[in-house]
């Protein structure tokens, strides 16, 4: 069936606005003379896991940082709940902060603060909750990632597997209806990564919870993924059902030639392969730029007229 009359696709391109929780629109970020991301679009569903994929310096932490308003596009705009994040006021924001949690690609803990204080943090500043209620919680959060014996030690003491869930702990302090997560699973041994999984697929299936996950790791995005999304050179290159990617994902090298260039790519990517249009790209990036480096000091016309 060609994708535009598959109603599974359609769908997942235009989901009813109703159902949309983040929407953006035209975003364009740029450093300094680097644009990182160029004119991307994207909406994220009400209860869904997103999952969001690509090569390392592709903007994926870019795209979190614009999603929940830590910095300002160079153009276009993010909706989270309706609402322009980079346009609110500080009142409206947290307001906005309170609906939402944030797992750091580094844990981001604090380092002269107990896990339980770290995990409160959001609830004393954001809430009017009274303290016991608030030890209660922390208790239940610490509970929930398996740390609850540690509440008293300090981000120094704890493995990096250990900061990551107390980093979990706290983007779940205030309940929040969407979760953005940034690589939760890199770095901790396959069983604590399959746990975190877990834990993303429970808080989605039971509570509702909506899910932006950065990931790199395969086996985790094809457990938990309703949706994927691979980014490249700053726009989507393919957003689509978990199941379009498995069938990109098993094709055969004889199929899979006869791919649009964007799904190999894809395919590439999720296949971990060695050889496709991801390296080619890159070899042949390269090469050009020796060419171009050798070619740089030439003089631009040169001269046979003898000096003397
Ligand atoms: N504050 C900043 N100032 C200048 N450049 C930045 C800034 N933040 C990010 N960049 C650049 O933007 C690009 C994208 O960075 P980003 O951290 O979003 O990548 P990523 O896709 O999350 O990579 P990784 O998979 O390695 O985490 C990189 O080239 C990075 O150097
Ligand atoms: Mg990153």
Known sequence: MAPENDPTQSAAKNPPDEDVVIEVERLVMRFGKQTVLSGLDLKVRRGETLVVMGGSGCGKSTLLG?????KAPTEGRVRLFGEDIAQVDETRLDALRRRFGILFQSGALYQSMSIADNVALPMRELTDLPPDLIDLQVKMKLEAVGLREHADKFPAQISGGMKKRAGLARALALDPEIIFYDEPSAGLDPVTSAEIDQLILTLTKKLGVTSVVVTHEMDSAFT???????????????????????????????????????????????????????????????YADDLMGLLAPLPASPSITPTR
Request: net charge positive; proline share 4%; aromatic share 2%.
């Open 66 to 70: 614009l999603m929940i308003g830590g």
């Open 224 to 286: 938990i993924a309703d949706r994927m999304v691979m980014l490249d050179k700053g726009r989507c290159l393919k957003i689509a059902p978990r199941a379009e990617y498995e069938r990109i994902r098993s094709l055969g090298n004889d199929q899979a030639s006869m791919l649009p260039e964007d799904d190999r790519i894809v395919r590439q990517f999720i296949r971990g392969d060695a050889a496709g249009p991801i390296t080619d790209r890159r070899t042949m990036t390269s």
